[in-house]
């Protein structure tokens, strides 16, 4: 064991004071913050020029959304009910764009329906919300005279009937306890609030109608769906699936390379007869162990680093350059426009959960398949052999990447689900499943059935090392590796 941890020791010395080591600390995050930039740019592509038709059955709007269209969205309203079968099929329609369904409860509920035919920029979606958000405040705060004076008489039948008859506004306009009734009702349908109050557990500071700092201040959310004309139900959302295949990237990335460095180091001493005189010290077992434990920590180091770098860089990245699609005020003037990837990377990824089960299954991942590179490292009896058996392992690892982006969209297959467990697969299939929510007792059983298959596997390239290492000049087959392990 004392050996073991000395050899541990001088791996990881040598692997940090490695050229490749700081080249891949310093290019590797380089990389993936690079690749994250281009995907945000990439997630804000959509069409940039859109008429839209806005469909207000009810008047609610006042049959205008804003004194004026935006430089690339037109708008066009119409006082009756236009269905999505109708906005799809007839030819009247063709020339819109998207839809904008204002429901006759919007005043109250403040839910609207937005359904396109081609995807829209992200831009265009945010000035499509705030459009909707600026036309309420103007309803509800109106701030010119008129519009206040056409709200408070004209539009007053919308919030107040006495039984089944409407009061006229004359009668509204004489009976004080009328117009507070009136006044809370508008307030309720301000801030979404339903239940019936008293007199004295409402707040009557508020002016009516309201001035723009007092909605403002208790206004309700508005809530915009965005929908695929194609996909009315909703399309499948892959986001989160993609972002575990990002991580089961890293794990292929890093078994690779380091599974890669396993081989190189036995095999170099190997080939220098080094190994000789470091057997006449120690245990084979001891230096198999010192050398896949000592590359193992000099890649988990490498890992810690990249997180913190890329860490750093997104929150760089966000505080000069994403908070601005936070900013409302911005969308005026064309600059906000917040994207789905941004949404993933800052607020859906739960990283408190992925990051734990992204450093077991990399752990053991790594563990498990540098078994198979320090036997192809110790068992050639020439370079040539090596370079033939690095293959199948390499297509091993490329076919489980592969089956994790095919469990993106067949999650519920049964080659998702077997490959969920199986040893050779479960690191890049696990972080796919993990990312979309899986149960504790699944993650157990997966991590459970690795963890056993990496024992067993270190076990058997200890024997087959432990017999080999020494040989020189022979032909490697499958058949000696047979014997190999059979030998004690």
């Known amino acids: 064991m004392r050996n073991s941890i000395i050899i541990t020791k001088q791996e990881l010395k040598n692997r940090i004071r490695s050229r490749f080591f700081w080249i891949m600390l310093v290019l590797g995050p380089i990389l993936v913050l ?25 008047a609610n709007l006042n049959s205008h959304f804003l004194s004026k269209d935006r430089e690339n969205i037109h708008y066009k309203c119409r006082n009756n009910y236009v269905s999505l079968k109708d906005f799809k099929t007839k030819s009247e329609f063709a020339k819109y764009d998207a839809l904008i369904d204002i429901n006759p409860s919007i005043l109250e509920n403040k839910d609207v329906l937005v359904i396109y035919r081609e995807k829209l920029s992200s831009q265009n979606k945010e000035k499509i919300k705030f459009d909707l958000d600026k036309r309420l405040e103007q309803f509800f705060a109106p701030s010119k005279k008129m519009d206040r004076n056409m709200i408070e008489h004209g539009m007053i039948k919308n919030f107040i009937y006495n ?27 301000t801030t979404g609030i339903t239940k019936k109050m008293k007199d004295n557990e409402f707040d009557w500071q508020f002016s009516f109608p309201l001035t723009i700092s007092e909605y403002n201040s208790i206004k309700k959310d508005l ?10 139900e909703g399309e499948p959302d892959y986001l989160p699936s993609w972002a575990g295949l990002g991580f089961s990237a890293v794990i292929f990335l890093f078994i690779l390379l380091y599974g890669m460095s396993v081989l190189r180091s036995i095999a170099n001493d190997k080939s220098t007869r080094i190994v ?30 990249w997180f913190g770098i890329i860490a ?12 601005s699609f936070y900013d409302p005020s911005s969308v005026l003037a064309g600059k906000s426009h917040l994207n789905e990837l941004v949404e993933l990377v800052y607020n859906r990824i739960n990283y408190q959960v992925m990051i734990p089960y992204f450093l077991c299954f990399f752990i053991l991942g790594y ?10 490292g110790a068992s050639v009896g020439s370079e040539n052999d090596g370079q033939q058996f690095i293959y199948p392992i390499v297509s091993i690892l490329s076919l489980s990447l ?3 982006y095919f469990s993106i969209y067949n999650p519920e297959h049964f080659l998702s689900k077997f490959c969920f467990y199986f040893p050779f697969t479960s690191p890049f299939v696990a972080m796919v499943k993990i ?7 699944e993650v157990a059983g997966a991590l459970g059935i690795l963890f056993l298959s990496t024992i067993l596997m270190i076990k058997i390239s200890s024997r087959i090392y432990k017999n080999s290492i020494l040989h020189y000049g022979h032909r490697l087959s499958l058949w000696q590796l047979i014997k190999w392990i059979r030998k004690a």
């Open 402 to 404: 592969f089956i994790g």
């Open 367 to 376: 563990l498990f398949y540098s078994a198979f590179f320090s036997v192809i």
């Open 34 to 58: 690079s690749s994250i930039y281009v995907l945000f740019k990439l997630g804000d592509q959509g069409k940039q020029k859109i008429n839209v038709l806005v469909s207000d059955e009810k």
């Open 312 to 323: 750093l860089g997104l929150f760089i990245l966000k505080e000069n350059w994403i908070n």
């Open 223 to 232: 809530g915009v769906t965005f929908i695929d004309i194609n996909h009315p």
């Open 163 to 189: 039984g089944e008859k409407e009061l006229k506004e004359e009668e509204i306009e004489k009976n004080d306890s009328i117009k507070k009734q009136i006044k809370k009702q508008w307030i309720h349908a």
């Open 276 to 305: 000789e005189v470091i057997l006449s010290s120690s245990k084979p077992s001891e230096l198999l162990y010192g050398k896949i434990f000592g590359v193992g920590l000099a890649a988990v180091i490498q890992f810690f680093c």
């Open 435 to 441: 990312s979309n929510g899986i149960s504790l007792v």
